[in-house]
């Protein structure tokens, strides 16, 4: 039987990092190799080299389009990423991957110079997860302490721990070790999703943060720089009541503005009637981000937009789930 081949996209983040020897703290400079893969044939890939605050959605494109060349030729493709943006590049690759080759994202919590370094234990994970007949055909997952995520879902949780990823309502699956064995388990099953392709991400999209007492300060101005805003509401998608008809303004604009819950879980539904409640501010036409929380609600805005989508086209996507 023919070695199974894996392709690794190593990206950078805290899994590639050590001491700076030029300055304060740690940074990106050697990817590691998958530990412990017999019958594997590997195949390392460097398209850049950043800590996730660096990423954005024109290297996630860019990703994507090496991902699918690389899928055609690979049994499953595993890419290495940093921690605090590892969420987003998940989302906008299931958004825009159209392969069936299993992609899953991995990463660290600690980097290599320390003793509790987890890099090679989340790499041969996810590297097992990749090469794993069942993980066919799911769209891209995160793999973290042996838990396996769906990018719809997946949120990082915690700013230090080393379990740091999570999400409602949790795992799809786990993997565990003895040995050289893997022992891997789904506990759902796959969904179909729609795939968008946008040529390049040509959009600008912000988003504003509600809180007590908030008076739409900031609104103006970001809506003046964007194409569409994201708004992190409180509880089910409410605001105070200052921001209706600023909203409501917008939409007479022509501009998306989508609600989005700052809440660690659960959908936006427009329940509450009162001046700035969800149900008004759908009347006054936003749209609710159903599951979403902001930042991916951002990227699903961005795509639709960069492929020239209209508002009628961006309440109906947000509305079915279709994605």
Known sequence: MPDQRLAVIHTGGTIASRPNPHGPGVTPQAAPRVP??????VTDHHPFRLPGPHITPAHMLDLAHLIERLAAEHDGIVVTHGTDTLEETAFF????????????????????????????????DAAQVALHPQSWGRGPLAVFGGDIFDART???????????????????????????????????TPEARPVYTPPAIR???????AYAGWQGEGYAEAEARSDGLV??????????????????????????????????????????GYTGGGATLVEAGAIPASFL???KARLLLLVLLSLGRDVAEIQRVFGAGAF
């Not at 958004?95 to 320390?114: I, K, N, Q, Y």
């Not at 022509?254 to 427009?270: E, Q, Y």
């Open 93 to 124: 690759l299931h958004l825009v991957l159209a392969t069936r080759t299993p992609v899953v994202l991995t990463g660290s919590m600690r980097h290599a110079a320390e003793a509790s370094w987890d890099g090679p234990g989340n790499l041969l």
């Open 231 to 272: 708004i992190a509401a409180l509880g089910t998608g409410n605001l105070p009541a200052e921001l209706l008809p600023l909203i409501a303004r917008s939409a007479e604009r022509g501009k998306p503005v989508v609600i989005a819950t700052r809440t660690h879980a659960g959908p936006v539904i427009p329940v509450y």
């Open 154 to 188: 997946v949120t990082k949780v915690h700013t230090t721990a080393v379990d740091a990823f999570g999400g409602y309502p949790g795992p799809i699956g786990r993997i565990d070790r003895t040995g050289e064995a893997a022992h891997l388990r789904y506990f759902a």
């Open 203 to 209: 959009a600008h999209v912000e988003i504003l943060y």
């Open 293 to 295: 929380n902001a930042h």
């Open 36 to 41: 412990g893969l017999p019958g594997v044939t």
